[in-house]
């Protein structure tokens, strides 16, 4: 006798692929700031893990050589290309799910696992691009500071430091962005990203003008927050924080040694700064250089360095990467990078577009004699190939600034 089997979106967690995918995708995508203004490029399949960015090189103006003389052929010009490499790198994270988990859990584990992992690798892929476009070499020290260890709390994001990368981006003859993220027209306008401690000081400019009060309705970004004087500005909870690596003290006294043992447990962050040869730390007024070799040994918190120093207990110990240390604290205020670009002043890359996230889902059982009880899955996420950077440092000013507390 013939039967009827009903197979229910229940049986197959494939099934319901489209939705989780859908899912990291929106989850993920609500990271997205800095990655959203790039030139976007893919790297056919096949054909490698880099991505060459060609542009010309414009011709020199000069009114003497261009000057024609009557019935004389000049000289022809010759036509040269600079150009800028990246190399792509994939991104993923997983969860294991048990299968009394998924069948005692009031939430559904493998939705949300979605969501979680779409929001971790989005910041991720926003925190690659954002590094990327810090790395322009056209700085701008707030209220005309020298470095940024020379800045200070005073020295905040005000609409004169607006206007001068504004100017700085003009005279760099950098191409603004005429249309909006749906592909609709706009005035053109350069683009702010920003963090909201850096937007509160200079929202408090009466020059400031709400995106509320628009005199001309247009389609706006993401996270636009406003405009000023051509710019338009979009937050990010993720834009770059320059934050003091280390602050601590020597333990004891040294003798003409290049080992010295730190007072205080160190921080995660300390560690990591600690442990990378070449960096520079100061000590009492006096900087040295970690080693490159057994730069930092956790069970006994010794920090090695490139040379012998005498050193005395208490002497204090912090790193010169943030602002100015104070003078009797050494603690060093939290420098802000606010991003202010043109079109095309990076780029973004990845595979055939698989820069896109993709939501991989593991069934119980699948593992075959690894799991031979079937007591687990895993739902996991992959960027496949993703990279950014700068095109063109001078369409990219990063101002460096401090912000009010």
Known sequence: MATNTTVSTGANTYFNKTFYDRKLLDTAKTRFVHANFGQKRSIPRNNGKWVEFRKYDLFTPDTNALTLVEGVTPTGQNL????????VKQ?????EISDLLEMTAYDPVVADSAELLGEQLGTVIEWVTRDAMCQTTNVQYANGAASRVALTASDKLTVGEIRKAVRTLKKNKARPFVTGMDGSGRKPHFI???????TYDLQADPLWQDVSKYSNAEQIYSGE????????????????VYSQSVLNAVNANTSSSPNFVLKNTPTAKE???LSTGGNKLTIGSNEYTIASSNAYTPSTRTVRLTSAVSLSANDPVYSKDAGAPDASTHVAPDVHATLIFGADAYGVV???????????????????TTDPLDQRSTVGAKVAAYTAKVLNPLWLVKIEHCVSA
């Open 91 to 95: 991104y993923g994270a997983y969860v």
């Open 271 to 273: 560690v990591a700064y």
């Open 80 to 87: 040269s290309q600079s150009k800028v490499d990246a190399e």
């Open 350 to 368: 990845d595979v055939a577009g698989s820069g896109a996230m993709e939501t991989i889902i593991k069934p119980r059982g699948s593992a075959g």
């Open 225 to 240: 927050i406003g405009r000023l004087f051509g710019v338009v500005f979009v937050e990010a909870t993720e834009a770059k």
């Open 192 to 198: 702010c990203i920003c963090s909201p401690d850096s």
